[in-house]
Protein backbone atom coordinates (compact mmCIF):
# COMPACT_ATOMS: atom_id res chain seq x y z
CA UNK A 1 0.00 0.00 0.00
CA UNK A 2 1.60 3.85 -1.17
CA UNK A 3 1.43 6.29 1.44
CA UNK A 4 -0.63 9.57 0.81
CA UNK A 5 1.37 12.52 -0.61
CA UNK A 6 0.95 15.91 -0.20
CA UNK A 7 1.94 19.10 -1.66
CA UNK A 8 3.67 21.51 0.66
CA UNK A 9 4.30 24.83 0.56
CA UNK A 10 8.02 26.03 2.55
CA UNK A 11 8.92 29.30 2.86
CA UNK A 12 12.51 29.86 4.70
CA UNK A 13 14.68 33.46 5.78
CA UNK A 14 18.03 32.36 5.53
CA UNK A 15 20.94 34.39 7.26
CA UNK A 16 23.36 34.95 4.63
CA UNK A 17 25.58 37.00 6.76
CA UNK A 18 29.56 36.13 6.92
CA UNK A 19 29.03 33.06 4.45
CA UNK A 20 31.08 32.37 1.36
CA UNK A 21 28.83 30.58 -0.97
CA UNK A 22 26.25 32.40 -3.25
CA UNK A 23 22.50 32.27 -2.47
CA UNK A 24 22.13 29.80 -5.48
CA UNK A 25 24.54 27.54 -3.78
CA UNK A 26 22.95 27.88 -0.16
CA UNK A 27 19.58 27.40 -1.92
CA UNK A 28 20.80 24.04 -3.37
CA UNK A 29 22.10 23.04 -0.11
CA UNK A 30 18.55 23.24 1.62
CA UNK A 31 17.09 21.65 -1.62
CA UNK A 32 18.96 18.61 -0.89
CA UNK A 33 17.90 18.82 2.90
CA UNK A 34 14.42 18.71 1.79
CA UNK A 35 14.83 15.88 0.10
CA UNK A 36 17.05 13.65 2.62
CA UNK A 37 13.47 14.66 4.35
CA UNK A 38 11.86 12.30 2.15
CA UNK A 39 10.26 15.46 0.00
CA UNK A 40 10.39 15.84 -3.33
CA UNK A 41 10.98 19.31 -4.66
CA UNK A 42 8.84 20.57 -7.61
CA UNK A 43 9.65 24.27 -7.33
CA UNK A 44 11.80 26.63 -6.06
CA UNK A 45 11.61 30.52 -6.18
CA UNK A 46 14.14 32.76 -4.69
CA UNK A 47 12.25 36.02 -3.61
CA UNK A 48 15.86 37.71 -2.90
CA UNK A 49 16.61 40.20 0.38
CA UNK A 50 14.05 42.03 2.09
CA UNK A 51 14.49 43.58 5.25
CA UNK A 52 12.41 42.85 8.32
CA UNK A 53 9.77 45.04 9.69
CA UNK A 54 11.09 44.59 13.32
CA UNK A 55 14.00 43.06 13.80
CA UNK A 56 14.98 41.48 16.96
CA UNK A 57 18.32 42.13 16.52
CA UNK A 58 19.94 45.17 15.01
CA UNK A 59 22.99 43.03 13.23
CA UNK A 60 20.56 40.90 11.54
CA UNK A 61 18.47 43.31 9.82
CA UNK A 62 17.37 41.29 6.72
CA UNK A 63 17.12 37.91 5.33
CA UNK A 64 16.99 35.97 2.05
CA UNK A 65 13.69 34.41 1.75
CA UNK A 66 13.37 31.48 -0.65
CA UNK A 67 10.12 29.45 -0.97
CA UNK A 68 9.48 25.87 -2.60
CA UNK A 69 7.18 24.07 -3.16
CA UNK A 70 7.72 19.72 -2.70
CA UNK A 71 5.55 17.12 -2.20
CA UNK A 72 5.59 14.38 0.34
CA UNK A 73 4.20 12.35 2.77
CA UNK A 74 2.10 13.39 6.22
CA UNK A 75 5.48 13.25 8.25
CA UNK A 76 7.38 15.19 5.83
CA UNK A 77 6.54 18.60 7.58
CA UNK A 78 8.18 17.45 10.99
CA UNK A 79 11.13 15.71 9.43
CA UNK A 80 12.00 18.80 7.47
CA UNK A 81 11.91 20.89 11.18
CA UNK A 82 14.01 18.40 12.54
CA UNK A 83 16.61 18.05 10.00
CA UNK A 84 17.06 21.65 9.95
CA UNK A 85 16.67 23.01 13.82
CA UNK A 86 20.65 23.13 14.24
CA UNK A 87 21.14 24.57 10.65
CA UNK A 88 21.84 28.26 11.33
CA UNK A 89 21.36 29.05 7.70
CA UNK A 90 17.66 29.38 8.19
CA UNK A 91 17.25 31.46 10.49
CA UNK A 92 12.86 31.11 10.00
CA UNK A 93 10.81 28.34 8.77
CA UNK A 94 7.12 28.16 7.61
CA UNK A 95 5.68 24.84 5.98
CA UNK A 96 1.95 24.65 5.57
CA UNK A 97 -0.38 22.58 2.69
CA UNK A 98 -0.56 24.16 -0.54
Known sequence: MTETTFNYK???ILDTRNREETPEELIE???AELVAAGGEVT???????SD???AADRRYTAGNYV????T???NF??????ALQLNTLVSHKMIQKA
Open 52 to 54: FER
Open 77 to 82: PAAVLE
Open 72 to 74: GTA
Open 10 to 12: ATF
Open 29 to 31: GLK
Open 43 to 49: GVEDLGK
Open 67 to 70: QFLA
